[in-house]
């Protein structure tokens, strides 16, 4: 298993709260994504970033936002949770040293996210 | 773009029996295929990846993979099934050129069946 961590595991909101998800990697990797996956289904991307004080959306469309102001660090907010929300995110890391493209992406364990 | 298909949603299979589990890409240029397989309530977790060489790639807890260019297709497969090996698999690609984020395929359910 990787070193990736992301808490909280389960949260339970109610609508129109802000949230923070969080993600954070030991391993020094400079590449971090964010996805999200209905139980079973497909992963889309949402946000991700190559390095400190970069960020780029994904290919769903998201309200969320993030931050990278340290490397270990990837934190996902939702300025205003909807029920539409309700999901499970997952954040991964990886690492560009070495081949480039060839690098493996590491997940986290998920946060398992619902609206009320 | 690049995009990846898995054309089944589900794959059934009796234990001790060998499995496949089909993906096939589209890519410009040469792929960085990837597998990986997700278990109930948790992460993706990294089964194995083709960079170059060796068109057979093996990787944990028993599976392989064989890239074939010619039909851009990259099928996971193990010899003899187990039912701990039942869970949700994603193939994934990126081109080697360029600097793109992987492009997941939509999963196959796996189920071994004792």
């Known amino acids: 298993e990787a070193d990736i961590y992301q808490t909280p595991r389960y949260l339970v909101i109610g609508t129109g709260k802000k949230i923070t998800l969080e993600c954070s990697q030991t391993?020094?990797?400079?590449?971090m994504y964010w996805y999200q996956q209905d139980p079973g289904m497909e992963l889309h991307l949402i946000h991700y970033?190559?390095?400190?004080?970069?960020?780029e959306k994904g290919d769903l469309s998201s309200e969320s936002t993030v931050s990278r102001i340290r490397t270990e660090h990837f934190p996902l907010t939702l300025e205003s949770a909807r029920p539409s929300h309700t999901s499970q995110y997952l954040c991964a890391s990886s690492d560009t040293t070495g081949l480039q493209g060839g690098e493996t992406q590491y997940f986290g364990p998920g946060t398992r996210l619902l609206v009320l | 773009a690049q995009s990846v298909a898995q054309p089944e949603d589900q794959v059934n299979v009796a234990e001790g029996n060998p499995l496949t589990v089909k993906c096939t890409y589209s890519v410009s240029g040469n792929p960085y295929l990837f597998w990986y397989v997700q278990y109930p309530n948790r992460g993706l977790q990294f089964l194995l990846k083709?960079?170059?060489?060796?068109?057979l790639v093996k990787g944990s807890y028993g599976f392989e993979a064989e890239f074939n260019k010619s039909q851009t297709s990259f099928h996971l497969k193990k010899p003899s099934a187990l039912v701990s090996d039942s869970a949700l698999y994603f193939c994934a690609v990126r081109p080697n050129s360029g600097n793109t984020p992987l492009v997941f395929g939509k999963g196959t359910r796996l189920s071994v069946i004792a």
């Open positions: 083709y960079i170059t060489g060796d068109n």
């Open positions: 970033s190559y390095g400190v004080n970069s960020t």
């Open positions: 391993m020094g990797h400079d590449k």
